[in-house]
């Protein structure tokens, strides 16, 4: 009796384990989107989706570990550093190959030093994070506007194209191994560093963490400069994606990354979850959202189903009850 109680007690953990709830909502949404439309779940049409999937995964991993390192923390500035590392680095390739080096440096590097200024503003000006951050995309938008002129600009070198948008392994296009790369990364620095068991600690009890020595304003700093590296690099993949880039073409990217890292079990007072159950997320989400481009529904609909989402992650999760201080 207690070696069936002790099953079922798994069972249940494991059937509420958020990694393992989207994952389910993920064949769910594949097999909703195979009865609507057949061929939708075919092995061509699974690598575009999760090609998708794979970029908005990796602008979800830098929204991961601002959120993880607690304080109310998120980057809403992370559509506009999309735009910023997409116009940068399609001017610095202008469709040439050998401008690869170039718009790789200026898309991470540029919005990498935004981030550190988002940082610096919510760690030692003790701006809110929601506030600093819309004041951030505010500023960038402007200055957008003032590099391009408001126009299109710049285009995606071919190899960046095909790398990103053709198979290059086992009918693999390079992007997925690319994200496949950073979410081994991201489990390698959460859980096999020093760092990942700062960010943990001072995202479940600042003060505690200060105690016992955890340098955090610096780390917290760093974490709002990997957000904006990872969302230059997601811009690099967008233009290579799209093969142009123009002011806003991260917008769209900022609700659902928030959203990815919620449904991953990632809790939003901070300390709590993984890079795995935003890669699982990601590919949740995608899901939706194709199914719901399927039913033909409108821009404005789509997005309040997805603000339904976060809204219904949050109270199935619930805020965890520990101290954030």
Known sequence: MIMENTTQNR???????????AILASLALLAAGE???PGFAQGGQIVRLLTVAAILGVVAAGQNLVILGGREGIDLSVGAMISLGAVLAGNAMNGANSGIGMALVMALGVPFIVGLVNGLGVTFLRIPPLVMTLGMTAVLQGALVVYSQGVPS?????????????PLAFGIPGVLFVWVAIALLMWFLLRRTAFGHAVYAMGANERAARLVGIPVNRVRVLLYGLSGLFAGLTGLLVIGYTGSSFISVGDQYVLPSVIAVVIGGTSLAGGIGGYWGTVAGAVALTLLQSVLITLNMD???????????????????????????
């Open 11 to 21: 069972l249940r953990t494991l059937l509420l384990d958020p990694l393992t709830l």
């Open 299 to 325: 821009f404005w609909a789509r997005q309040l189903v997805f603000g339904i989402t976060l809204l219904g992650m949050m109270l199935l999760y619930g805020r965890q009850k520990q101290l954030r201080v």
């Open 35 to 37: 009865a609507i439309s």
């Open 154 to 166: 710049g285009r995606a070198a071919p190899a960046l194209a095909n790398f990103i948008n053709r």
